[in-house]
């Protein structure tokens, strides 16, 4: 502790060269922040999906659909406690690149669903209201709706019985997260009247979700599920919800290699830069080491004292790097305005950020620290006379 | 001022026997002291002379432990410190020396106050104590009023002072002064060598200087005169 | 005016030549500026292969036609009477024998597992008519041979063939109740390369779409007959559609991802350039620090200011362009040609591409280097002549 003093004004030695260097820290992992916020965005599926919830889908494809009659026969294999349905309705808010997430389906979407929330009065509301929306959160910010209006939505693929490709809702209340993470964009409404309104394709479900008592005979119930429907004219697919989404983020690529790899190139050059300036900092001192060593530093000591200047500028930069780019995320939210499912830093990637900056700081600070051990006190005093 | 470890009572401080001390140079080997012996009393102002390339600047070297002999003993205060391990040394430089350079040597980045503090951070000393001690150095050299001067506001004489403030902070029985006076003009380095006796006769330290200059060497109690690295007569050197 | 060129060159001549004894920072900013353009380029060059894929091979005379609230080919619905009214209309090109050029066909998505991971994905299997083959001009066969009317056999695009696993000529593939054999690769230079073709009569028997397509793939008889056609299709009673060029209903499929890839490309290239300025700065201070004596001097001999600066300025140039030249050549090599797939949002299908590393991406890396190299050795620059030369001399 005595020595901060000594360590921050070594650090101050030139100041622009701290500033630019701290700069280039701060901006290195402002990014390397940022950017794990983006790719939870895409992951965080993965982690939020229910152990003990299963989806079915259509064996070749999730577009194609399935009998809603298959509900109570899922439902009486044994193992399974609840059954819902919900289907892709393709809808989109005036322009077609509004596209949401639209779903018919029933009130125990809510139950199979805990991490989503809703209040009594809302759900109240939903009830009587047969042409009723229940909106999350953040389309609700999104296009500044508010509970009672009029919603009109179009659809590319459920024309409605009355000829046009818009139909009519009402917001009737809206739902939120109940855990970080969770997608509060999706619209639910009611499946009688989806059913009954549309223009063709009667009685058939995108999908089933449903929750199993024993996570544990997850792989057996699902088989049995699919046996039940094998050789049929619509055969199922069912799989754990967590391997659905893993698959469904691998048709997309492999983003956590990606993010890796641009995190990767950052680092390195990060590297060369902090590397840089401590050598340049201690190369400049050397006649000062060799007055510490005089006075009785030992090699140990001023080894210790060069790789905590190294740290204290690593975690000066990147604290405050990490610290903006975490304000930036939680205060500005999703950059996308909605887009995205979830947008947050995840505590891992914050705990791997905070390593990579102790890493950095000691790394940089590695082979001055080494040079300066070695250093000749005898011949450094020469060199300068 | 309290010590804090004294060494023995012993009336030589310095006792230095057949020193030989090689440099490399690329492929070449000098010989800088070829089998020096010298006894240096408690309480002596020695002061070293001798041309260039006499070995005297590296005998001071290997005093103050920031060297080690090739051949050879040196014991300070009954304690042999050319045996000792790089750790060990420094610790005992640390408490035992202090370093008076020619170019003063002060870190540029600390002012006044906390270049004299310098040697006691390797202490065991709270942060009030230190600072008893570094004003009670400053206010010994003249120096109080400029203790929070960096050392590029200060000019040379006061520089040096502030580089004698620092050798004695930690109180040590031994003064290593080389060229103390080197770069100054007359009147400072008057001052500094008043310094210099009075740190030798007030408060009973050891000092060892090496100089060029005979009005200098003159303000000693012995002059020693090295030629060719073993001790020589004045008329030698 | 001469003079002062003379004595801008003289003195950056002597920055350039002293530059090898500070290899050390300069390979920092360097390397801090190529790692910038290596990533730009890499990631500019995934949103372009991608928009490739899907607008190249594309006809300016080709139009597409849907139903009129799809947003792609997936959600679009047209009957058989529909579409022979289409194939009726103006402009609409005529074959050899005189028969439309308008090839009704019936897009629908299958599941294949992808080579390198071995998970599922989505892929487009397309029921095609014989005049699927000559509206699309660029296409032809490569492995195999064509399928049979009638027949459970489908040919494999070249991308497809190459993404996604037991599509080979010679494997079986089972969707739902049926097997279809692989009988042939084919290639168009475009969007189909991602997709699964076979008889449009079989698909629609498959799937249980009756007598349904999905769109229409017309080839009028010249670019410019577009708007006449368009209307006549909009103004008819009969129908409900949208009518697009193939460019531009490509070029709007591409749009999100692309738009979204490049965004976040862009966006990560600044902030690493700051990043890599700060680096250029820290190097461009060393450079004029190591160098003081020698630039005290020269103004000393009366060497205008402009000159020092000039130098200084060219350095900071010379390594923002090795930077760039470094930096995208790594990328061209690493990137260039790299073949993935992805899913399209609109068509829920994977499309497969080459990442494309193209000359105007590098150019405009390489100027983005330059840039950042000129803006790390402005502060420098200045600060070198900023001392009196009496002062800047007096400190040596």
């Known amino acids: 502790m005595k020595f901060l003093g000594l360590l921050w004004a070594n650090l101050r030695r030139r100041k622009t060269r701290l500033i630019v260097t701290l700069l280039s820290i701060l901006v290195a992992f402002f990014l390397y922040t940022y950017l794990s916020a983006v790719k939870t965005a895409f992951t965080s599926g993965l982690d939020i999906a229910g152990a003990d919830r299963l989806v079915t889908i259509h064996k070749v494809s999730l577009i194609q659909l399935l009998p809603v009659s298959y509900a109570q026969r899922i439902a009486n294999v044994e193992g399974v406690e609840q059954v819902v349905h919900a289907t892709w309705f393709g809808g989109y808010y005036q322009d077609p690149r509004n596209q949401l997430g639209v779903f018919p389906t029933t009130e125990a979407y809510f139950d199979i669903y805990p991490e989503i929330g809703i209040s009594d009065e809302h759900m109240q509301a939903w009830r009587r209201d047969r042409t009723g929306v229940l909106v999350g959160m953040a389309s609700m910010n999104r296009f500044g709706w508010k509970v009672g209006d009029k919603l009109p939505i179009t659809t590319s693929i459920w024309g409605n019985k009355n000829g046009s490709d818009t139909w009519e809702f009402t917001i009737a209340g809206t739902y939120d997260a109940a855990k970080e993470g969770v997608d509060t964009t999706a619209i639910i409404f009611h499946y009688d009247y989806f059913n009954e309104a549309r223009a063709f394709g009667?009685?058939?479900?995108?999908?089933?979700?449903?929750?199993?008592?024993?996570?544990?005979?997850?792989?057996?119930?699902?088989?049995?599920?699919?046996a039940l429907f094998a050789n049929s004219?619509?055969?199922?697919?069912?799989?754990?919800?967590k391997a659905f989404m893993q698959g469904f983020m691998s048709q997309i690529g492999n983003i956590g290699a990606i993010f890796i790899a641009v995190v990767g190139v950052v680092f390195f050059t990060l590297l060369l830069v902090a590397g840089n300036t401590m050598a340049q900092s201690v190369r400049e001192r050397t006649p000062e080491i060799a007055v510490l060593k005089a006075l009785g530093f030992s090699n140990p000591r001023i080894v210790t004292m060069l790789l905590a200047e190294s740290l204290l500028l690593a975690v000066l930069g990147g604290g405050a790097g990490l610290g903006l780019a975490w304000w930036m995320v939680t205060a500005g939210g999703d950059p996308t305005g909605?887009?995205?499912p979830a947008f947050f830093v995840a505590s891992g990637d914050l705990v791997a950020g905070i390593a990579m900056i102790l890493f950095l700081g000691l790394a940089a600070g590695l082979l001055p620290a080494w040079q300066a051990a070695r250093l000749n006190t005898v011949e450094a005093f020469r060199k300068v006379v | 001022m309290q010590q804090a470890t004294r060494l023995s009572d012993d009336a030589t401080l310095v006792r230095v026997a057949d020193l030989h001390k090689q440099f490399r140079r690329g492929a070449e080997t000098l010989d800088v002291l070829n089998g020096l012996t010298l006894d240096i009393p408690r309480g002596e102002f020695l002061a070293l002379m001798g041309p260039s390339g006499s070995g005297k600047t590296t005998l001071l070297n290997l005093l103050g432990g920031i060297d080690r002999p090739t051949s050879g003993s040196i014991h300070i205060g009954g304690q042999r410190i050319d045996t000792l391990s790089d750790s060990a040394l420094a610790r005992w430089r640390s408490r035992h020396v202090g370093f008076v350079f020619q170019l003063y040597h002060l870190l540029p980045v600390l002012n006044a106050e906390k270049n004299v503090e310098l040697p006691l951070l390797l202490t065991g000393l709270g942060r009030k104590e230190r600072m008893t001690r570094v004003h009670a150095a400053l206010e010994l050299v003249g120096l109080s009023d400029r203790a929070k001067h960096k050392p590029a506001e200060l000019s040379g004489g006061q520089e040096q002072r502030v580089g004698i403030a620092r050798a004695i902070v930690t109180d040590p029985d031994l003064l290593l002064c080389d060229e103390p006076t080197g770069d100054l003009d007359r009147k400072s380095g008057d001052q500094i060598l008043d310094l210099l006796q009075a740190m030798n006769r007030e408060q009973g330290k050891t000092v060892i200087m090496v100089t060029h200059d005979p009005h200098a060497a003159a303000r000693a109690s012995r002059i020693q005169h090295m030629n060719k690295g073993v001790l020589a007569d004045a008329s030698e050197a | 005016m001469i003079a002062w060129i003379l004595q801008a060159v003289t003195v950056s001549g002597m920055n350039l030549r002293n530059l090898p004894a500070r290899w050390g920072s300069a390979l920092v900013a360097v390397a801090g500026i190529g790692g910038v353009v290596l990533v730009l380029v890499g990631i500019l060059s995934i949103a372009n292969g991608f928009k490739a894929a899907l607008t190249d091979g594309t006809a300016p005379?080709?139009?597409?036609v849907m139903r009129s609230s799809s947003t792609s080919e997936l959600d679009s619905g047209v009957d058989a009477d529909q579409s022979k009214v289409i194939a009726?209309?103006?402009?609409?090109?005529?074959d050899t024998d005189g028969k439309p050029l308008s090839s009704a066909e019936l897009f629908v998505v299958v599941d294949v597992p992808r080579k390198s991971t071995g998970t599922s994905s989505n892929v487009p299997l397309r029921g095609v008519a014989p005049e699927a083959f000559k509206v699309r001009e660029t296409f032809r066969l490569v492995d195999g041979r064509n399928f049979e009317p009638g027949m459970y056999e489908i040919i494999v695009g070249r991308g497809a063939n190459g993404q996604f696993a037991g599509l080979n000529v010679g494997d079986s593939v089972k969707w739902g109740?049926?097997?279809?054999?692989?009988?042939?690769?084919?290639?168009?230079g475009g969007a189909a390369d991602s997709e699964i073709w076979a008889d449009v009569k079989t698909v629609q028997d498959a799937y249980r779409r009756g007598n349904f397509y999905s769109t229409l793939r017309v080839k009028l008889d010249a670019a410019d007959a577009f708007d006449e056609f368009k209307d006549a299709l909009t103004t008819d009673p009969r129908l409900n559609v949208r009518v697009m060029r193939e460019t531009e209903y490509y070029a709007e499929q591409s749009r999100l991802l692309s738009g979204f890839v490049s965004g976040i490309g862009i966006g990560v290239a600044m902030l690493m350039g700051l990043g890599a300025i700060f680096g250029a700065i820290n190097t461009m201070y060393t450079a004029v620090a190591n160098r003081s004596r020698e630039?005290?001097?020269?103004?000393?001999?009366?060497?205008?200011?402009?000159?020092?600066?000039?130098?200084?300025?060219?350095?900071?140039?010379?390594?923002?362009?090795?930077g760039g030249l470094v930096g995208g050549l790594l990328a061209w090599l690493i990137f260039n040609g790299y073949q993935v797939s992805t899913l399209s949002w609109s068509s829920f299908s994977q499309v497969t591409f080459a990442f494309r590393v193209t000359p105007e991406l590098l150019i405009n890396g390489t100027t983005y280097a330059i840039l950042l190299g000129l803006i790390g050795g402005l502060l420098p620059a200045f600060r070198a002549v900023r001392l009196p030369v009496a002062t800047a001399l007096r400190q040596l």
């Open chain 1, 202 to 226: 009667q009685d058939m479900v995108g999908w089933y979700i449903l929750r199993i008592d024993n996570p544990d005979r997850a792989e057996e119930i699902s088989k049995e599920i699919d």
């Open chain 1, 233 to 241: 004219p619509y055969e199922t697919k069912t799989s754990p919800e």
């Open chain 1, 338 to 340: 909605g887009y995205l």
């Open chain 3, 61 to 64: 005379e080709n139009v597409i």
């Open chain 3, 88 to 94: 009726e209309a103006v402009r609409v090109a005529k």
């Open chain 3, 177 to 188: 109740q049926n097997s279809w054999q692989v009988v042939g690769v084919f290639e168009t």
């Open chain 3, 295 to 322: 630039i005290a001097t020269l103004r000393a001999l009366g060497f205008g200011k402009s000159s020092v600066i000039i130098s200084v300025l060219v350095e900071a140039i010379v390594l923002g362009l090795a």
